[in-house]
């Protein structure tokens, strides 16, 4: 299949589109010829996106992925719906696990985990009315939906004061693999990806200092950071015709960290 022709056929909602991995996201899925809404909690990240791929298919919705419905309402005003979602805002604050509360737990799941799971749900198409089975049948037959969830390496590690992301990143891979096997014959595609350390902004937010930045740098093997677009380039091809057997599946792209433990 054509990946310039697949693409200029998808339609790809990016939520936490303003800034670091979602916003490589967006940019990569332009560059290969996809409509793209992103959407974002802040208005200002929003603006510069905008700005910055003036001229391109690209639509802005400020919404917070918690409130499904505002979302879809969002969604409906600007034209078709998606058909290729990437599930990539999440909260990832570092919280010490004596003083995490409860509220704050279900906070963390809802936007990590089950506003996710919602706007699938909300796309995904009808149940075929034939008893034959899948939608595709074979690699030229395209998703009716094409999915990727951002997780983490945390998903198959303990790192302390995270238990909450930690946790919903786990849960992000096991909801990845259920709907790949219960909705694959509804035309769903779904994968996770799972990155290791990527420099973006949301680490200054974290509060990371200089030396805990150097020390994580220094864990995998290529003894550096990843750059937003190396995930964006993994999730292009997920989410692409040459990824069209790729489904339930968790891809870590962590500079070997894994592999060292
Ligand atoms: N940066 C890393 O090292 C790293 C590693 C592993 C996984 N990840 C995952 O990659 C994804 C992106 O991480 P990042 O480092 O680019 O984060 P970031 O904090 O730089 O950006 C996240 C974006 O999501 C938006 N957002 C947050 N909550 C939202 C909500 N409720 N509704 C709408 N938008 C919301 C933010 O405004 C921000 O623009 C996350 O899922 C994160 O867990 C990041």
């Known amino acids: ?21 979602g916003r490589a996201i967006v940019e990569r899925l332009l560059d290969e010829g996809a409509e793209v809404v992103a959407i974002d909690l802040r208005p200002d990240f929003l603006a510069d996106l905008a700005v910055s791929n003036h001229g391109r298919p690209l639509q802005t919705l400020v919404a917070d992925v918690r409130h499904t419905a505002e979302v879809l309402d969002g ?15 999440a909260m990832n604050a570092r919280i010490g696990t004596t003083e995490l509360t409860r509220v704050r737990f279900a906070d963390v799941l809802d936007v990590n985990l089950v506003s ?16 034959e089975g899948t939608v595709q ?17 945390n998903a198959f590690r303990g790192q302390p004061d995270m238990a909450h992301y930690n946790a919903s990143k786990a849960a992000l891979v096991s909801l990845t693999k259920t709907l790949a096997v219960e909705w694959a014959r509804r035309g769903l595609r779904i994968n996770a990806i799972c ?3 990527v420099w973006t902004e949301g680490w200054d937010d974290g ?22 677009r190396e995930i ?30």
């Open 1 to 21: 299949m054509d990946q310039r022709e697949y693409f200029c056929r998808r339609r790809a909602l990016v939520t936490g589109g303003g800034r670091g991995i």
């Open 75 to 89: 969604l409906d005003a600007l034209g078709e719906r998606p058909n290729v979602l990437v599930n990539n805002a």
């Open 116 to 131: 996710g799971f919602e706007l699938i749900r909300a796309l995904i198409g009808p149940e075929p009315t034939s008893s």
């Open 137 to 153: 049948k074979g690699a030229e037959d395209e998703p009716s939906l094409a999915v990727v969830n951002v997780a983490s390496v």
């Open 195 to 197: 990155p290791g350390s």
């Open 207 to 228: 509060g990371w200092d200089e030396e805990t930045k150097r020390i994580f740098a220094g864990k995998n093997p290529l003894r550096r950071f990843a750059e937003p």
């Open 232 to 261: 964006a380039g993994v999730v292009s091809f997920l989410v692409g015709p040459d990824a069209s057997f790729v489904t339930g599946a968790a891809w870590i792209v962590d500079g070997g960290l894994t592999a060292t433990i």
